[in-house]
């Protein structure tokens, strides 16, 4: 069983529409993160949360870590073919320094 | 440019002979190195902590005796795939760490097909 589900796996949308991934977990994170991964390359970071409840922008993404630093949500506003890819969460395990765990993914596909 | 680098990118190699793949960290030493696995249209799925100069450590699931980690020094870790077969096919990525903000670094994935 993963520790980490995501969900939806798999969606596809207009250019133009917002969406919203989940990740969710019983398991407390000291932080978690979320990755964009292209085909046949290594995943890239987008955000790091660590404090419960925090939010944090990047332009048109936006990341929640839950208050009980079980579950993070990531919303993008406007979406775009660019933004079309793999987004993985992952949890940092309360005394695991650095040792991640990666949800199930979302393959998201934006339609032009 | 990348801080942590794999090699090989591509490596096809015949069932039943073995193949190393190589994760650096470039320009800091990386006292943990972590290797995943990914299967097509899969997540990453964690493999063993790699730890310099002491043994990996293993997630449930994974053998060490097929999967074997070498973590020699603080800038090199080596993931050796024994006697592999076709179902050993995938992607490996390795991270390390810490780096710069005290953060992990993924290399760029190395691709292992067994023919």
């Known amino acids: 069983t993963q520790l980490l589900e995501q969900s939806p796996q798999f969606l596809s949308i207009q250019e133009g529409e917002n969406l919203t991934v989940y990740c969710n977990s019983s398991?407390?994170?000291?932080?978690l993160q979320w990755y964009r991964q292209e085909p046949g390359e290594g995943p890239v970071l987008l955000v790091t949360?660590?404090?419960?409840?925090e939010v944090k922008k990047l332009k048109r993404l936006t990341f929640q870590f839950g208050d009980a630093r079980k579950d993070s949500s990531l919303h993008i506003t406007a979406a775009q073919p660019g933004d079309t890819g793999l987004y993985l969460c992952?949890?940092?395990?309360?005394?695991?320094?650095?040792?991640?765990?990666f949800g199930s993914g979302t393959k998201l596909n934006v339609k032009p | 440019g990348a801080v942590v680098s794999q090699h090989p990118s591509w490596v096809i190699c015949k069932s039943g002979t073995s193949v190393k793949i190589e994760c650096r960290s470039l320009?800091?030493?990386?006292?943990?190195m972590f290797w995943y696995r990914q299967f097509p249209k899969q997540s990453l799925m964690l493999m063993a902590t790699?730890?310099?100069?002491?043994?990996?450590?293993?997630e449930q699931g994974v053998e060490k005796d097929k999967f074997l980690i070498n973590h020699a020094s603080l800038t090199l870790s080596t993931l050796t795939v024994t006697s592999a077969h076709p179902e050993d096919s995938s992607f490996y990525i390795c991270?390390?760490?810490?780096?710069?903000?005290?953060?992990?670094?993924f290399g760029e994935g190395s691709w292992l097909t067994v023919v």
């Open positions: 991270s390390a760490g810490p780096g710069a903000g005290n953060t992990i670094y």
């Open positions: 320009d800091f030493q990386a006292t943990t």
């Open positions: 398991s407390v994170f000291s932080s």
């Open positions: 949360v660590v404090t419960g409840g």
């Open positions: 992952a949890g940092e395990k309360v005394g695991n320094f650095n040792k991640f765990y």
């Open positions: 790699s730890n310099e100069g002491s043994k990996a450590t293993y």
